[in-house]
């Protein structure tokens, strides 16, 4: 996969590639809506998504949402529904890899509910930017110094969804284990541990801990996403090295939801996990 997977997880790919089937959708639905004399914030409202999820899709670096096609016949008339309608269906039968993880990039951005469960790395909507840094850094193939420039400040850019999205809740789930290994050294780890502690005073953003030590662990497929939309549907999303599966299937998403309520069962609770989090960052 050559998006970048880590906004949603830890692995650590080459630039985005956008491909030429969402950039032509993306400038098909500008050109509707300029014809219909309509700024993207208008545009946003009327088929009622943020305006920066609007312009990403114009910008060819979302994948569309299902609903979007029939909310623009009500906003742009039926004719440009109808096109929009045929595009997205030959988005959907060329889609690859790198069209899951845009798709999953528009629902997490789009949210009411997100959850995530980690094995590997800090999640990347939680990473503070020295550790963004070292994971780039560390990547294979090499990158070159502007390219780790660009993925850090992308990453950094996603992590926006924290702050403009107050009404989402947020749950994250991590291995005791990822503040153990301490990647990019002791200050990193300090500053990842003092982010933490401070993203978790939110209303919104609730962490956990998952001990090293803990017999009934369910997460041992390991890591996955879900994310409630606004419909009150929901999704999930797993990845590996160089791959990534969006899941749509309400019977699959159901088995990850059910394991990702055991999972919180059976990691600390948030104030025990603030207690863990000041124990490991004492230690350092």
Known sequence: MTADQAG?????????????????????????????????????????????????????????????????????GPVAGKVLAAAARSLRRKAGLASWFLQWAGIEEEAITLYAYECRGIPGLLQPEGYIRALFERQLPPL?????GRQVAARIERQRLLSERPNTAFSFIIEQCIFERHVGGTAVTKAVIDHLLELGRRTNIEIQIM??????????????????????????????????????????????????????????????????????????
């Open 8 to 76: 949603s997880g830890t692995a650590a790919c080459g630039e985005p590639e956008l491909s030429d089937s969402l950039k032509t959708f993306g400038a098909v639905l500008k050109a509707l809506r300029e014809a219909r004399g309509l700024t993207q914030e208008e545009c946003a409202a009327r088929v009622r998504y943020s305006a920066a999820y609007v312009a990403k899709i114009e910008q060819g670096k979302r994948f569309p949402p299902e609903a979007l096609p029939g909310r623009a016949a009500e906003a742009l």
């Open 144 to 148: 070159t110094e502007d390219q780790i």
């Open 211 to 284: 001990p090293t030590r803990q017999e009934d662990h369910t997460g041992v497929d390991g890591q996955m996403y879900l994310a409630e939309s606004a419909g009150n549907q929901w999704f999930g999303y797993v990845e590996g090295h160089r791959s990534s599966a969006l899941i749509t299937a309400s019977s699959e998403v159901s088995i990850l939801l059910q394991r990702y309520g055991k999972l919180r069962s059976q990691a600390l609770d948030c104030r025990a996990t603030v207690s863990l989090l000041e124990q490991m960052r004492g230690a350092l």
